[in-house]
């Protein structure tokens, strides 16, 4: 379980870093960073993923919930012995403005789970930021108590934290350049509005970074 979720952070890592290097996207404009200073000392950074627009592509097992149902990549087979969820998205900062790609990996086994977040930010750097615990098909049981079914068409309003606000364990792991020597936590919400009949996830992803050097 160990190797297969760190073989998946760690490719999809490079992965999203090679993207951000090869795929000609053209020159990277240097937006000004969206961040703001909290009353501790530290940035505050918010980055933003509309659905489905955002959507690049998803892979994982089946049994990872309505996210891999509609998805339509597929996993080796050696690394579906437990479930495992790869999304790879393009990112926003607060303002709305695309800025760069992000890759998100989530594995559990009967013991654990764990998650881990790769931005790669062309114009700035790359970050990583990873949590444990998340619980197994999370937001499924979250659609279902708003009244959702698989195979049909849903409206509503649902927000899931899956790394909360003030979560000692949702962790900023690692950066470069612009964000190399920060460290910091981070949440991450999901509001979802509507699900069409084929699983399509209709929302919005919200990560919110509070970072310092040397912390």
Partial sequence: MKT???????????????????????AHVRLASQTHVVANGGRAEQFVIRLPA????VAGAKTSGVRAAAGAGELPAQLTSEPL???HFKVRDAAGNVIG???????????????AWSLMIPSRGALLLTAPAEPRAALDTALR?????????WNGDVKVAF????ADAAIVAAGSDEFAGLAGKYSETWTITGVTDGGELHGTIEIDTVTRHGS
């Fill in 4 to 26: 297969t979720f760190f073989l998946a952070i760690f490719f999809g890592f490079v992965g999203v870093l090679a993207a951000g290097h090869f795929v000609p996207w053209g």
């Fill in 54 to 57: 955002d959507r690049i592509d």
């Fill in 85 to 87: 969820l790869v999304e």
């Fill in 101 to 115: 790609l992000a890759a998100r990996h989530w594995s559990a086994d009967a013991h654990a789970s764990g998650t």
């Fill in 145 to 153: 108590s708003a009244g959702y079914n698989a195979g049909t068409a």
């Fill in 163 to 166: 790394a909360p606000e003030g």
